[in-house]
């Protein structure tokens, strides 16, 4: 169940969708068709998407400048990066660690409405497989 969350987790995090940006198109004096993340000035621009609507001419904030709110972004995106591969290559310890267990253990118990039971032979070794199949997808 946590490993279908962590992947449900970190397969929505890393999806292009949550991580795009506004995408404009727009053609030139030549009539050569451009896209690009800001158009440039003084040219009609669409937004590229399910329905585009002419671009706004891209303002300057307050404080920090476009530069400067960029590098937060970059900032919080790397954090978030580091704490998603945080997370995953626990994961991937305990479960190599876990797969061991099983491996070179025959006489495994679980904890089972707080009372301890030995796993049979073939749960050993389906949970083997299980364990396997979650550290080849999820783990390099």
Not at 49 to 58: H, M, Y
Not at 70 to 96: G, H, N, P, T, Y
Not at 111 to 137: C, H, P, S, Y
């Amino acid at each position: 169940m946590r490993t279908m969350l962590l992947t449900a987790i970190l397969l929505a995090s890393l999806s292009p969708m949550s991580m795009a940006g506004q995408i404009y198109k727009w053609v030139d004096a030549q009539g050569v068709t451009h896209f690009g993340a800001q158009p440039p000035e003084g040219v009609d621009a669409t937004t590229v998407g399910k329905t585009p609507t002419p671009a706004a001419k891209p303002q300057a904030p307050a404080s920090g400048g476009v530069v400067g709110d960029q590098k937060m972004i970059d900032k919080q995106v790397k954090q978030q990066v580091a704490e998603q591969e945080a997370q995953l290559k626990a994961f991937c310890e305990q479960a190599r660690t876990n797969l061991a267990q099983l491996q070179n253990n025959p006489r495994v118990r679980e904890e089972v409405e707080g009372e301890m039971r030995r796993l049979t032979e073939e749960e050993r070794r389906q949970r083997i497989d299980e364990t396997r199949a979650q550290i080849e997808e999820n783990c390099q």
